[in-house]
């Protein structure tokens, strides 16, 4: 499969606890993005990256969020302290014009 | 305002019918347009970028009015396989860069 691949599919993890999420972009894609969409809503902007430079973060973004794309591959996106309202899909796309989009990992905070 | 809104459905339609959804946008300086198409619990899909001259791809139409600052997104001949949530894109630079997703319009195609 040559597509964008996110790991793991599902989390459930306890409110306060540290969560991190994999992405792993189609190959040739220099950008990448994270994106959190919640039920009935669009695809929220969270951050970007063009190669291993983080370029661009939403005000969303808080402390407890970060993300790294340490060799400009994959990227990670780490959530400390997780609160209620994490509990989101959070989706990475890459793009080299339009953007294609991974199944996403759905996060519940219990 | 919100950037980018859209009427969020549901649409419901006979199949065999003609859709239309609009979608508007408040910045005037947006340079790329897009229609996601997301089924239920999964991720979004491009359906079709947007020219400024418009353009068609199979049953579906995509416009863009700059004047007005919206985009439309025709479907004729519905099928039931064309139920989903379909997802206006605005770019506010030329490609995928800093993009803003419309909240969705959910379209229902009825046998």
């Known amino acids: 499969d040559t597509g964008v691949s996110q790991d793991p599919r599902h989390k459930i993890t306890k409110r306060g606890q540290n969560v991190t999420f994999r992405c792993d972009p189609i190959?040739?894609?220099?950008?990448l993005y994270w994106y959190r969409q919640t039920l009935g809503q669009g695809p929220e902007f969270l951050t970007y990256?063009?190669?291993?430079?983080?370029?661009?973060k939403s005000r969303l973004l808080s402390d407890r969020f970060s993300a790294e794309r340490p060799k400009g591959s994959f990227s990670t996106l780490e959530i400390q302290r997780t609160e209620q309202g994490d509990s989101a899909m959070y989706l990475c796309?890459?793009?080299?014009?339009?953007?294609?989009f991974g199944q996403g990992t759905r996060l519940t905070v219990v | 305002r919100k950037e980018v809104e859209q009427d969020p459905g549901p649409f419901n339609v006979p199949e065999g019918a003609t859709v239309a959804f609009n979608c508007t946008y408040s910045?005037?300086?947006?340079?790329?347009f897009f229609w996601y198409r997301q089924d239920c619990r999964k991720e979004p899909k491009l359906l079709m970028s947007?020219?400024?001259s418009g353009n068609e791809d199979g049953r579906f139409t995509a416009q863009l009015n700059r004047a007005s600052q919206y985009i439309s997104l025709l479907i004729r001949d519905s099928k039931l396989s064309d139920s989903a949530t379909y997802l206006c894109?605005?770019?506010?630079?030329?490609?995928?860069?800093?993009?803003?997703f419309g909240t969705g319009t959910k379209l229902q195609v009825i046998p």
């Open positions: 796309a890459s793009s080299p014009y339009t953007a294609f």
């Open positions: 190959s040739e894609h220099n950008r």
């Open positions: 990256f063009q190669n291993e430079a983080q370029l661009e």
């Open positions: 910045n005037s300086a947006s340079q790329s």
């Open positions: 947007v020219y400024s």
């Open positions: 894109v605005v770019s506010d630079s030329g490609g995928y860069q800093k993009v803003t």
